[in-house]
């Protein structure tokens, strides 16, 4: 991040106005260009898992509804919030204006609920299936999981406007003009918020897929013992090691979720100033890259997506 001696303001007759961060042409458009390619393949992986799994009768399980539901609060990202957080990280001077901004801080808060909700009911659908797999398939149905979704989403949808709503009637100021900005310093209201809508579900994700290894952990030793000789023993074995795959690969994604969103949380929460521009820089752009690695660990770990994802783009250029 290269900056002139030569201060540059937004608004040039004010002293309170935000400063410009002066790239070199040829950093400027290379970053443009790599943030156009990670919005562009989030949203394309995103669509095949949402198309495999939408079109493919065999993939209609509740488990890859729940992904079907994640890949959809990915796809825009790719699609909203990439594009605009490009423009935010790039661009100091905010020229779209307030009720864009709000727009802005919307989708993103809504798309960070989205997927720590249906990151939550993954891990129960998860604990349920590795923890009491004989009882699975009637506590977890499609209508219920359907059920779920709806209301993580009417839930989610609800309460981050709620919350828009609020930054909206308080005026909270920014730290210069023309910036985009959600808010600065700690208040009980950002207290609240923070531990219900992120403390609370990461704490219950924690807590269920770590019963998920002991259990899993407990299971694979019956695989060795004696008692797995007859052949129906067996079969509960093979049943109970693909649900532990499973569990394994979607705590890939919780994993992955911790790691590129809670150091953004934090240091948006507790305003943390003293990291260096390139540290900063690249906290803000961590978030961006959880959409875009989900699909890819669906590519690397499920083998429907790989075949699904195939026969999808066969089709299309086999029209074209």
Not at 19 to 37: D, G, V
């Amino acid at each position: 991040m290269e900056e002139n001696k030569d201060v540059q303001y937004c608004f040039q007759d004010r002293n309170s106005s935000c400063r410009k961060a002066l790239l070199s042409t040829s950093i400027y458009i290379t970053l443009y260009i790599f943030f156009s390619l990670i919005s562009a393949v989030t949203v394309f992986l995103n669509i095949l898992v949402i198309i495999s799994i939408s079109h493919f009768k065999q993939l209609h399980t509740t488990t890859n509804l729940l992904i079907l539901s994640l890949a959809v609060s990915d796809l825009l990202v790719g699609l909203i919030v990439i594009p605009v957080t490009t423009v935010a990280i790039m661009e100091p001077c905010w020229v779209f204006g307030g009720y864009f901004c709000v727009f802005h801080i919307y989708i993103d808060f809504l798309c960070t609920s989205l997927s720590l909700g249906n990151l939550v009911l993954i891990s129960i659908d998860r604990y349920v299936a590795v923890c009491d797999p004989l009882l699975y398939n009637s506590k977890i149905t499609m209508r219920r999981i359907m059920c779920c979704i709806s209301i993580t989403w009417c839930c989610c949808i609800i309460y981050r406007a709620a919350i828009i709503n609020n930054f909206v009637n308080v005026q909270v100021p920014s730290r210069c003009l023309t910036e985009c900005f959600i808010f600065e310093g700690i208040t009980w209201g950002n207290v609240i918020d923070v531990v219900f809508t992120m403390v609370v579900p990461c704490s219950v994700i924690i807590t269920l897929y770590l019963k998920i290894f002991v259990v899993a952990r407990s299971q694979a030793r019956k695989v060795f013992s004696k008692e797995a000789a007859s052949v129906s023993g067996v079969k509960t074995l093979q049943a109970n090691k693909s649900e532990r795959k499973a569990a394994k690969t979607l705590s890939i994604v919780v994993f992955t979720y911790f790691i590129c969103w809670i150091p953004f949380l934090l240091s948006s929460f507790f305003h943390l100033s003293f990291f260096s521009d390139n540290l900063s820089f690249i906290i803000g752009f961590l978030p961006l890259i959880n959409s875009f690695i989900n699909p890819i660990i669906y590519a690397f770990f499920y083998p429907w997506f790989k075949v699904t994802a195939k026969h999808i783009l066969t089709l299309i250029l086999r029209r074209s």
